[in-house]
């Protein structure tokens, strides 16, 4: 079993920043995918960015791009998301998830544990 604790999620305005914080117990391997995603109100979870186990492959959804950096520290079994200049739209409940299924990464259905979740409200 594994377990994951996302932390870091508040209340901040337009052009603000916020780093997020997923730490993993329980039977984790350094050869997993972390992921995070996140939840609007009234909208299907989406993928936001992801990153491979050696920590040297990310990705991005388009939305985060250029804004959001995912990073791993191996050491402390714990996965970060850096968000910068954040707008109302990025306002969500934030996951952190471990992708042990085949398929696609951006997809929520190839991952198998997933975080409580982090609020993360931005205002205008």
């Known amino acids: 079993q594994v377990q994951l604790v996302e932390s870091g999620g508040g209340l901040v305005q337009a052009g603000g920043s916020l780093r997020l914080s997923c730490t993993t117990s329980?039977?984790?391997?350094?050869?997993?995918?972390m992921g995070w995603f996140r939840q609007a109100p009234g909208k299907e979870r989406e993928f936001v960015a992801a990153?491979?186990?050696?920590?040297?492959?990310?990705y991005y959804a388009d939305s985060g791009k250029g804004r959001f950096t995912i990073s791993k520290d191996n050491v402390k079994n714990t996965v970060y998301l850096q968000m910068n200049s954040l707008k109302p739209e990025d306002t969500a409940v934030y996951y952190c998830a471990v992708k042990r299924y085949s398929g696609s990464l951006y997809l929520p259905d190839t991952y198998n544990y997933w975080g409580q979740g982090t609020q993360v409200t931005v205002s205008s």
């Open positions: 990153i491979g186990w050696r920590g040297d492959s990310t």
């Open positions: 329980g039977r984790t391997f350094g050869t997993d995918t």
